[in-house]
């Protein structure tokens, strides 16, 4: 997805028309082909922000298998960079406050990912913008994102 143009169009496919706090996102190609950032030193009353080397920033690196994970908003959220000592009570207990937890699962073999499924989609977005890169250790931040996958 090197390519912005598809980019753009898998943004577009996967968001326009989903809720988002109880209304519903509208996604459109902007007549604009580039976003014009601000000189140095220039105000810009917080309206731009390269993401482009941030960590949230999760499919920098082109050809990244990451790439190949990019769904659509689902009910269900695939969770990785779990810390060892972080029971599935904790991450229940985490994502209620963007939701209900309808179930949960580690994977079997490696207890650093796990699925979680919020009672609706809308709920699942708030819960991916709000805990994606959450700190739950030291060293260690949460990765969050849509998957195709069921519990």
């Known amino acids: 997805m090197a390519d912005p143009m598809q980019a753009a169009l898998v943004a577009q496919q996967h ?7 109880g209304k519903t996102v509208r996604v459109n190609m902007s007549k604009h082909q580039t976003v014009q950032m601000p000189k140095e030193g220039q105000p ?3 309206l731009t922000k390269d993401y482009s080397g941030s960590p949230l920033h999760r499919f920098k690196k082109p ?25 599935e009570e904790q991450l229940r207990e ?12 580690f994977f079997p073999k490696d207890h650093k990912m ?8 809308e ?5 991916l913008i709000a805990l994606h890169n959450y ?17």
């Open 44 to 46: 810009d009353a917080g």
């Open 123 to 127: 709920q699942s977005i708030n819960a």
């Open 94 to 105: 985490l994502f209620g406050q963007s939701g209900t937890v309808k179930n949960f699962k």
């Open 15 to 21: 968001l326009d028309r989903v809720k988002l706090w």
């Open 114 to 121: 796990a699925l979680i499924q919020m009672e609706d989609v």
């Open 135 to 151: 700190q739950l250790a030291e060293a260690s931040h949460l990765r969050v994102s849509f998957t195709k996958s069921t519990i």
């Open 63 to 87: 050809g990244s298998k990451n790439f190949q994970n990019i769904f659509p908003p689902s009910a269900t959220l695939h969770l990785s960079n779990i810390p060892p000592k972080v029971t």
